[in-house]
T-cell receptor, first 116, second 110 residues
């Protein structure tokens, strides 16, 4: 049962335009969501997060939007830069669960390519 | 900043060998995780540990075991390596509702 899904395996955009990466989840217990960025041959690095009590969080060029009723979140990157080319993973966690071992559930990832 | 160190960046092993992947964190965190990353499959949890000598199976534990004798070190063991275990292996520790990952170990089993 895939509780976090990223339905687009890849996305290609032009430099300077907006990149929108999407993520859907099914578990209504999730209350905190994160995006990670991964370059080849490196570990994922944290990018941005959002709590379920918010619907938007912004950090520079990166904004995450959360629609709880639709169980959907999206990551907007604007303007996109060639250095943003990487795999982006969406992740979710329920902080209320005492026995989860602080376990994140990840999506499949989306390969973003930003063309110069 | 939390530092998570994986002992090897690249490994090549033969089928049937016993393989040890080591991970060390420097912040005395309780929760540690081993994932593998494969194209199109995302990050899949192999095992995790929330304390010394404690371990829990993740989603794909078959063919693997783990060891946590000290809080800072979490080892992943491939008892008898097979070609379908060729993958990128990632260790992580839990910090402030998120993970810090190591740099990963690219394991190739031939």
């Amino acid at each position: 049962d895939q509780q976090v899904k990223q339905n687009s395996p890849s996305l290609s955009v032009q430099e300077g335009r907006i990149s929108i990466l999407n993520c859907d989840y099914t578990n209504s217990m999730f209350d905190y969501f994160l995006w990670y960025k991964k370059y080849p041959a490196e570990g994922p690095t944290f990018l941005i997060s959002i709590s379920s009590i918010k619907d938007k969080n912004e950090d520079g060029r990166f904004t995450v939007f959360l629609n709880k009723s639709a169980k959907h979140l999206s990551l907007h990157i604007v303007p996109s830069q060639p250095g943003d080319s990487a795999v982006y993973f969406c992740a979710a966690i329920s902080r209320k669960k005492e026995t989860s071992g602080s376990r994140l559930t990840f999506g499949e990832g989306t390969q973003l390519t930003v063309n110069p | 900043d939390v530092k998570v160190t994986q002992s090897s960046r690249y490994l090549v092993k033969r089928t049937g060998e016993k393989v040890f992947l080591e991970c060390v964190q420097d912040m005395d965190h309780e929760n540690m995780f081993w994932y593998r990353q494969d194209p199109g499959l995302g990050l899949r949890l192999i095992y995790f540990s929330y304390d010394v000598k404690m371990k829990e199976k993740g989603d794909i534990p078959e063919g693997y075991s783990v060891s946590r004798e000290k809080k800072e070190r979490f080892s992943l063991i491939l008892e008898s390596a097979s070609t379908n275990q060729t993958s990128m292996y990632l260790c992580a520790t839990y910090t402030n509702y998120g993970y810090t990952f190591g740099s990963g170990t690219r394991l190739t089993v031939v």
